[in-house]
């Protein structure tokens, strides 16, 4: 640092300018990598604050910290169409992060796109194929030996392609990437809904599909919906047992799982402060369950310590020099904005089957007694991505280490999943893992295990009433153990811990006491935990492969009779027409997320191969005909039967076929199998009150329509023999997009709806042919569908 000191001050005395100046010019000229991975892959604040200053000219008005970073990556900065909420940004993110279970099929599309390496760095995690079952190391032994071929095919496409792989057991893809890769001011996308987690080191991280990560990777612009921006003013601090977790509750239970949809939302104020850099990723994380685009902090000295801690502290020194284009502009102007006193949050719970049915802890107990939920705690769940850190661990250590103290052990069982192997190895060195341990935890392996429904659960038959705590982020209906009676509640990690020591939800330890060994009561202290060990990180085992310089023999082999991986063939084309006589497939009923559209758990081996997983097409909605999951009427025999079933048996037919879907369809993760599933079925549209953001997007790029009712009452008058026709396709133009593939866009329209059936009087027109095309379309003698935005797909439209 002396020789930098001493170089700025000769610098000022020569030029006579102001130190600031000084650094900047020096910054512009150094070279500081991206990641310790990535040696010659630079950090480009340059073409940052260059793209910035000229929307900032254009647009004449002070910009939210999002858009700084967001417009900042634009492919055109100069011409971009902007306007939050309507026009649609061509981006050039930096690096694109992908998951083992979501790996598969985008490195198959990659493959098929013929293109020698990825065009942005790239990395493979491997965290989502290993099942918790006896614990961490037998586990990850049992995952490498089942998915061995998996493995082989991720590693050596990533060796093929030029993408950086972490093995098994180095941990979840978020922490990994907070650890290593992320950083203020970077675009990252991810094939993981929790991607955002990144926001917490001041980055824009957002989830998508894999086809959209196999277009960065393939050098094409990146398209997204200009995001709205929902700013959250947090005031006072954070203090006792209130949590980092309970800022994003509250947030949830505020906004519900819908209310961010479209929108990135941006914390500032005073109190961001009070909160660790892995506090505020958990809080960015968890934003996914509200349906945010993304969720960013503003560059503070949290996130200088963080950086600095893993590692990175040329990171951090230069975006010191940078941090006017890392925090809001005075003034900025935000769509929406929630102000929270973080001085007045009370510790919250959240649940069950929904992420945004907040409870204040204190209150819960009394909730589930009036609601008839199960008071007794049977398992308590801390790790996973969102709660895994150093911190986490230790406030949940201290929780713990005072239950020991008066010879108590969990009355539930505890299990602990460390978020990489750099934590499991730091928090054994320092003593925190033992005494999770020694309360009654079994530490799991570096991976997500329950979180995603990888849990070989034993304590329960399936159908059997329970309640789970969890330091989660999802809580859907059978989403961790299957078992669609398990109450699963979401809270912070000290909380689950107080929680199973307990083992009831009638206790709220701010004020409830517990009765020792010995006979004596006495009250849990609020927890205290350093954020970040005092000595360094130990980094445990080396779990990443770097891509050698030379692939040219490297060899990438799918055997045709694996039942693991499948090499993808293109989809059908469109014949230009306009889609007539549609069976309704299944008229869902209530929430439907990407869990019940295409399910998790046992089903993650068969990511890599389209065929099989198909079998899981949307057996967990619920039919609106008989009230059941995973039972349809096939219109020919007019038997029921499982949804995959009916729809194989429509495609073998030639019987082309669609889905109703009612409000935020496909929310939860970004698994684009989920609309790969449907298409390679023979499905044509789906036709919503509402769509997540995500499976939209993933919908679009697998050539489905993705039509959303014009007025969301005309739902109720689909029935589900009812066959339609939808006109006015001939609206879509198709384009050129750069060398890579087509385009397929259209201003938004309203293709007509003709319905023909029993339930509509046998041939009624709901919808009449548009004059010209326009989205805001309600009545019955208009169209009944509208479509919005652009259609990309690396195959063809329908």
């Not at 990144?198 to 997204?224: N, S």
């Not at 994380?285 to 590692?311: C, D, Q, W």
């Not at 904005?337 to 719970?349: A, G, M, R, V």
């Not at 989920?674 to 036709?687: Q, V």
Request: aromatic fraction near 6%; charged fraction near 25%.
């Amino acid at each position: 640092m002396a020789p930098y000191n001493l170089l700025v001050t000769r610098l000022q005395k020569a030029l006579g300018v102001r130190q600031y100046h000084v650094a900047s010019v020096l910054c512009q000229r150094a070279e500081v990598a991206m990641s310790h991975f990535e040696p010659s892959e630079y950090i480009r604040y340059d073409l940052l604050e260059k793209n910035i200053n000229v929307v900032r000219k254009r647009l004449n008005r002070p910009l939210t910290l999002s858009e700084k970073i967001v417009y900042g990556h634009l492919d055109d900065p100069a011409h971009q169409e902007i306007e939050r909420g309507k026009t649609y940004l061509r981006l050039r993110p930096d690096r694109v992060a992908m998951q083992d279970a979501t790996a598969q099929m985008a490195m198959l599309q990659f493959i098929s796109s013929g293109l020698p390496k990825v065009a942005v760095p790239s990395t493979i995690h491997c965290d989502h194929l290993i099942e918790a079952q006896l614990g961490g190391e037998k586990d990850l032994r049992r995952a490498k030996d089942i998915n061995q071929e998996v493995y082989t095919f991720l590693a050596s496409a990533g060796a093929k392609y030029g993408v950086g792989f972490w093995r098994p057991g180095s941990g979840i893809i978020h922490q990994i990437i907070l650890e290593n890769y992320a950083y203020p001011g970077v675009l990252l996308i991810g094939t993981d809904s929790h991607t955002p987690n990144g926001g917490g080191l001041g980055g824009i991280c957002i989830g998508v599909g894999g086809a959209d990560a196999v277009d960065v990777m393939a050098g094409i612009p990146w398209e997204l919906k200009c995001p709205k921006v929902i700013g959250v003013k947090l005031t006072g601090s954070l203090s006792g047992w209130t949590s980092p977790k309970d800022v994003i509750l509250k947030v949830a239970g505020i906004l519900t799982v819908k209310g961010g949809t479209g929108a990135i939302v941006e914390y500032h104020g005073p109190g961001v402060d009070s909160i660790s850099c892995t506090g505020m990723a958990t809080i960015c994380n968890m934003g996914a369950e509200i349906g945010a685009t993304t969720s960013v902090f503003p560059y503070n000295h949290r996130m200088k310590k963080y950086l600095s801690k893993t590692g990175r502290a040329d990171i951090a020194n230069l975006a010191d020099e940078f941090k006017d284009h890392l925090v809001p502009d005075p003034g900025c102007h935000y769509d929406q904005l929630i102000e929270i006193n973080l001085s007045e949050l009370k510790p919250h719970i959240n649940g069950p089957f929904t992420p945004d049915l907040a409870h204040p802890v204190a209150e819960v107990g009394s909730v589930a007694e009036k609601e008839g939920w199960p008071l007794d705690i049977r398992v308590g769940l801390i790790g996973s991505c969102t709660n895994s850190s150093y911190e986490d661990m230790g406030r949940s250590a201290a929780v713990a280490k005072q239950a020991l103290a008066h010879g108590l052990k969990c009355k539930s069982q505890f299990t602990i999943t460390p978020g990489s192997e750099q934590i499991r190895a730091t928090i054994e060195r320092d003593g925190y893992a033992q005494i999770l341990r020694d309360v009654g935890g079994i530490v799991l392996a570096n991976a997500c295990g329950p979180c995603i429904g990888q849990w070989d659960r034993k304590d329960i038959k399936k159908g059997e009433k329970n309640t789970i705590v969890t330091s989660y982020n999802r809580n859907f209906t059978g989403r961790n153990d299957a078992n669609p009676e398990t109450h699963a509640f979401v809270t912070s990690p000290e909380i689950v811990t107080a929680l199973a020591i307990a083992g009831t939800l009638k206790f709220n330890p701010d004020t409830d006491f517990l009765t020792g060994k010995d006979g004596k009561k006495f009250k849990l202290e609020a927890p205290d935990a350093d954020e970040l060990p005092r000595e360094e990180f130990d980094p445990g085992q080396d779990t990443y492969q770097h891509p050698p310089k030379d692939s040219s023999g490297q060899r990438v082999d799918v055997s045709p009779t694996s039942q693991r991986l499948q090499l993808l063939e293109p989809f059908d084309k469109w014949d230009g027409k306009d889609l007539e006589d549609l069976q309704i497939l299944i008229k869902v009923k209530g929430k439907c997320t990407t869990d019940h559209i295409s399910a998790a758990g046992p089903w993650l081996k068969f990511r890599g191969h389209l065929d099989n997983i198909s079998n899981n097409l949307l057996i967990g909605a619920v039919n609106i005909e008989n009230g059941k999951a995973n039972s349809v009427r096939n219109a020919v025999t007019q038997e029921f039967g499982p949804v995959p079933d009916t729809a194989r048996y429509y495609k073998a037919h030639g019987i082309r076929w669609v889905v109703i879907g009612d409000e935020n369809y496909g929310e939860g993760s970004s698994r684009e199998h989920a609309a790969l599933e449907p298409r390679h079925l023979g499905g044509r549209a789906i036709i919503t009150k509402s769509f997540a953001r995500i499976h939209e997007t993933n919908l679009k790029k697998q050539g489905l329509l993705p039509l959303t009712f014009a007025d969301p009452a005309d739902y109720n008058k689909i029935h589900p023999v009812d066959k339609l026709t939808i006109q006015g396709l001939k609206d879509f133009a198709p384009g050129k997009v750069g060398n890579q593939g087509r385009r397929w866009t259209s201003q938004p329209i309203s293709p007509r709806a003709l319905l023909r059936g029993e339930g509509n009087g046998g041939g009624s027109h709901l919808g009449s042919p548009p004059s010209k095309p326009g989205p805001t379309c309600t009545s019955s003698r208009e169209p009944l569908f509208r479509l919005e935005g652009p259609l990309n797909s690396p195959g063809n439209p329908p």
